[in-house]
């Protein structure tokens, strides 16, 4: 496990190429996000998934994972094919490995996602910076 001079960090990963899985693929992502959550060995006290038909919104989803040490969710704008995670973790758990993991599970899947962008942002540093 990555020791961070932080008490926490967030890992984004934006995407492009992203594919609907299946008709409410909301549900799906959200599979793939618990499922790397329980292989980290986090601990998951939450999760819920909102499906957007276009109507309101933009088609696509939004899902979270809500964890004892923070969240790691997920949003989709499928017309366009993007995909934006936010893994957020303010305990022991790296939330690198949990990002890993889920694009891993992504690329498995979906072999022409782009991964655009991943960032490692420390939160809550040490020594009051």
Not at 13 to 24: F, I, N, R, V
Not at 73 to 97: M, Q, R, V
């Amino acid at each position: 496990m990555e020791q961070f001079d932080a008490h926490g960090a967030h890992v984004f990963l934006d995407y492009t190429g992203y594919e609907p899985q299946q008709s409410e693929d909301g549900k799906w992502m959200l599979s793939l996000m618990e499922r790397a959550v329980d292989a980290c060995r986090i601990r998951r006290v939450h999760a819920h998934v909102e499906q957007f038909d276009g109507s309101l919104s933009p088609p696509g989803f939004a899902a979270v994972v809500l964890l004892d040490e923070s969240h790691v969710t997920a949003h989709c704008y499928s017309e366009k094919g993007w995909l934006a995670i936010d893994c957020f973790t303010c305990g022991g758990s790296d939330p690198n490995a949990l990002a890993d993991l889920i694009h891993q599970y992504l690329t498995e899947r979906m072999p022409q996602i782009i991964l655009k962008r991943r960032q490692h942002q420390p939160r809550f540093l040490h020594g009051g910076e």
